[in-house]
């Protein structure tokens, strides 16, 4: 099982298990609360993921690349869903919710878990090789964030060489936009507000224009990676409204610590990248916010 | 030397080829008919690139990522210029123009180097390191075109563990766009047209848009591989308008040869990114581009 609104290393990540399981064996099911993104879908047995346990009873539950057991689904129990529950993840604020933890603070899940085939002499077959290639691929920006090392680097050649197509699966997953998604890019950078010293910038999506352009919001992945991309932005926001609040996501480039930002409006994430959600108009979460980070940097 | 209007691996090899020179006791000088782009000039040295040669007189002239002669300046004679003129370069229409040719159609000619470096035992110090790795992951696209092979990213944790500092470069060339450059984004997105099959995609950018916006010619840079990231475009075409003519870069996914294209158009380049200068107003140049791209692909 993986988190909700799955990313590229949570869906490489549980294939790479169930293949590998499957491989030595083991009957497995593979559960994620949302669908996966159509991005992913070209990912081997990816049709297999489930939305539903159907009330089944399993002798291990093994939660990948979940900070705390509430991102696989806050009504699931999973003590009493399997005898055993493992949690491989890269968070550094994991909360350590299984029997066993194998927590280990690298680029991805998929990362934490070739090493680990490694050691249990797991043979990496192509479709391993590709859903590991592409939860490293995604994870790192691909390869650009300040966690890809040099054996990040060793461990996607040698998954090549496993046979993981690299222009495949990137063509798969960063050429295969919608056109609303473009579309969307351009009003937001369009309509792009910094602050005077252009250290934070940031960006407003009402619902209203979302729908006016068509655009869901899986079009909006990565829409706040490219705002951080301005030369002298420190810390980029997207604001996004939606039906369940108002979704904040923070990117940050070298100072800024915007896991700190999140945590205090109430989310959660990583240094560099996190997000959270907030009930208000977008006009009252974007002044809170926007005084939050100030208190960092302006 | 290298080519006009020049790359990250245009910039980062010739410095690498110029570090190594210098380690082996030679002097140097390093020639660019066109100015260093802001975002290689972090690069080490990259201040000593001249854009004149001062009439002086040189034991062996190296071109490196050049197609032909004239890519470096079609007003240098080469063979007046020194003893011995050696082309290294990776394009596979390159004209052998060199006394001694050293081609090889892999990625980049920074991995050509780093290749030849081993071989005559150069050491491969943090600033050769670092110019090799951002031509290298220029010329692919950050690891993604399909030349990309297991050998290029084991090249690169190799060039890391030498001191290439991976997020730093990816930063300082991905993560340092002008305001201009993303609003200009914005509104090519904004402007973009595809065929009826949504197979061809293509923008227009008039003189008076970019001025409007203060985007100069450099700002441009990734937007057309921004417009091929759509899916089902298999060919992304940006027009610009420039001084000298009307710039059109293309890019093609899986199926069309732009190659190909440009040449029958006056232009070069590779079988995926190649670009043509056409003299003629936006319309006329534009009407003539598509009516040979549509003879490929509708």
């Known amino acids: ?48 993921v489930k939305d539903s346990l159907n009330g089944g009873k399993y002798d291990i ?45 690298i ?18 077959i192509p479709d391993i090789a590709t859903c590991l290639y592409a939860g490293i691929m995604t994870d790192t920006g691909n390869f650009r964030y300040d966690y890809t090392t040099p054996e990040t680097l060793e461990i996607a050649a040698s998954l090549a060489r496993s046979g993981a197509e690299i222009s495949r699966i990137a063509m798969a997953i960063y050429e295969t936009k919608t056109l609303s998604s473009v579309r ?40 706040v990676d490219q705002i951080r991309t301005i030369k002298g932005v420190e810390v980029a926001i997207l604001f996004r409204e939606e039906d369940d609040g108002i979704k904040v996501n923070f990117r940050s480039k070298f100072k800024a610590n915007v896991s700190d930002i999140a945590k205090a409006l109430g989310g959660g994430g990583h240094i560099r990248a996190s997000g959270a959600i907030i009930q208000g108009t977008l ?6 916010v926007l005084s939050e980070v100030f208190k960092v940097i302006k």
């Open 1 to 48: 099982m993986t988190h909700l609104d799955p990313d590229g290393d949570a869906i490489g990540s549980m294939i790479a298990v169930h293949l590998a399981l499957k491989e030595m064996g083991k009957r497995t099911a593979m559960y994620c609360r949302d669908p996966v993104p159509e991005m992913y879908q070209f990912l081997p047995e990816s049709g297999k």
């Open 61 to 105: 539950a093994i939660a990948v690349d979940c900070g705390d057991s509430k991102r696989v689904n806050s009504e699931i129990d999973l003590k009493g869903l399997a005898g055993t529950v493992i949690n491989i993840d890269h968070h550094p604020d994991n909360t350590k919710f299984g029997d066993i933890n194998l927590i280990e603070k």
């Open 107 to 124: 680029s991805s899940v998929s990362e934490i878990l070739f090493k680990l085939f490694k050691k249990m002499r797991v043979k990496i």
């Open 184 to 223: 969307i890019l351009g009003a937001a950078m369009y309509r792009l507000e910094t602050s005077q010293s252009g250290h934070v910038a940031w960006t407003v999506l009402p619902k209203q224009l979302m729908d006016s352009l068509g655009a869901k919001s899986e079009d909006l992945t990565g829409l």
């Open 283 to 288: 006009e009252e979460v974007k002044d809170k």
